[in-house]
């Protein structure tokens, strides 16, 4: 999609460009405070008359003639700082309620349905692409039932602490853990990696309903891990080794102990394969110059 180049400046004179894919884009993020000066910060934003341009490779149009004028200072977009892409992310997660109650109104029309989505602006279409004919299809993709996808949590975003970043609050009696993950592994990058504890809870005395468990959230995806099984688990080592798992490991007389990786071969335990007990049994070792064995991969330390 081409983006069009404006120019702009800020009530100190300061002439920067900024790039929109509408007229409409530039006015819905003036008017939410997303558009500032990248040397003052200032939020008091002007365009400036100038021939339009787009950014369609070399199929650049020439800025109109100005008159001559006093000097200006001028700066080139950057990239945004890291305290700029949380705010950016915070008004993404401030929206979130509304796009739930866009797909909420069933009278919306394909074409209504997708001027609604640009209308929440770049920050939230580039957190949750269109796929397909669905321009929602990304938002969608978050939430375990993709034709009910309502927030099984409440979301406080509170105001910024004067740095630019702010406090997240997800709260609720039956939360989708799964969901909220997503959400955050979306929308605030520049949190990551990032992971949070939750409580399980039962209004019966009935065995396995109780405990917790942990997620950890990377830009490249989820783990996950419950008390239940952490408990089994130590149990476990109680009764035979191997309970985490087994390592495959050679010695070489100038680099010493090799772990295995099944992608790289021999190498630094921190890459070494873990393969469960069947695993290992029906895995056939490598040709190596001294025999391979299996270690059992120690209890976590504490």
Known sequence: ?????FDLSCEHDHVFEG???SQDSYQDQLARGLVRCPVCHSGQITRRVSA???NVGHLRAEPAPRAESAPQARAAVAAPSGDQMARLQAEVLR???DATGILDDSGFEQDELAAAYAALGESFTSCFPSIEADPFGGFRAIFSDLDYPRLSFSLQVDPSDGSGRCKVWFYGDQVDVETAALLIQATAKSALPFGFEYALDCDRLRPGEFGGGYVVIREDGLEFAGSSRLLDRAIARGHH???????????DAEAGLLFWNSHSGF??????AVFSEAEAANFDPPIADDQPEWLAVPAPLN
Do not use: N
């Open 19 to 21: 790039w929109f894919s």
């Open 1 to 5: 999609m081409a983006l069009k180049v």
């Open 241 to 251: 080794e191997g309970v985490d798992g087994y390592v495959l490991v050679t010695r």
């Open 95 to 97: 929206q979130i309620e």
């Open 52 to 54: 339009p341009h787009l």
């Open 267 to 272: 190498g630094s335990l921190a890459g070494a």
